[in-house]
């Protein structure tokens, strides 16, 4: 995997997404940050790798679900390629995603969303949340 674009934009500021996460972290939920994620895209984890996706558009889009010690399931995704390496070192792929279109298309309230899990700037979104998150971008 290359990152052309890490987690700084070329003058050393953080990338809008995770600017807006770190707005989150230190003062709590807020539109404006809220609807900056909203229109982002993130990293999706390829589950079992890249010989597993033969055609990635002719398959539908295959959630990475991780199942934590409490029983919650979670699906990752990631700002960056850095700090989808930084918490999934094992990592071989992924897919550029919208977050619109994930959110839009959430299937279930028993997942929850975690974007850059492992990061301080970590935010947690429960399923209803995360498709409320497809209407914030208008989409």
Same mark, same amino acid.
């Given at each position: 995997m290359t990152d052309a674009n890490p987690n700084a934009n070329p003058n050393g500021s953080l990338q /809008?997404?995770?600017? &807006? %996460?770190?707005?989150?972290?230190e003062h709590g939920d807020n539109a404006a940050a809220l609807s900056t994620l909203a229109v982002s895209e993130v990293l999706l984890p390829v589950p079992g790798?890249?010989?597993?996706?033969?055609? /990635?558009?002719?398959? &539908? %889009?295959?959630?990475?679900?991780?199942?934590?010690?409490?029983?919650?399931?979670?699906?990752?995704v990631f700002t960056s390629e850095v700090r989808l390496v930084e918490a999934l070192p094992d990592a071989r792929s992924y897919r550029v995603v919208p977050l619109a279109v994930?959110?839009?298309?959430?299937?279930?309230?028993?997942?929850?969303l975690s974007i850059d899990a492992g990061n301080p700037d970590t935010l947690t979104i429960g399923?209803?949340?995360?498709?409320?998150l497809a209407g914030l971008s208008g989409a």
């Amino acid at each position: 995997m290359t990152d052309a674009n890490p987690n700084a934009n070329p003058n050393g500021s953080l990338q /809008p997404a995770q600017a &807006a %996460l770190h707005d989150i972290a230190e003062h709590g939920d807020n539109a404006a940050a809220l609807s900056t994620l909203a229109v982002s895209e993130v990293l999706l984890p390829v589950p079992g790798g890249p010989e597993e996706e033969a055609e /990635p558009e002719a398959q &539908a %889009l295959q959630l990475p679900v991780y199942e934590q010690e409490d029983g919650t399931r979670l699906v990752p995704v990631f700002t960056s390629e850095v700090r989808l390496v930084e918490a999934l070192p094992d990592a071989r792929s992924y897919r550029v995603v919208p977050l619109a279109v994930l959110s839009s298309s959430w299937p279930s309230d028993d997942l929850t969303l975690s974007i850059d899990a492992g990061n301080p700037d970590t935010l947690t979104i429960g399923g209803p949340g995360v498709r409320a998150l497809a209407g914030l971008s208008g989409a």
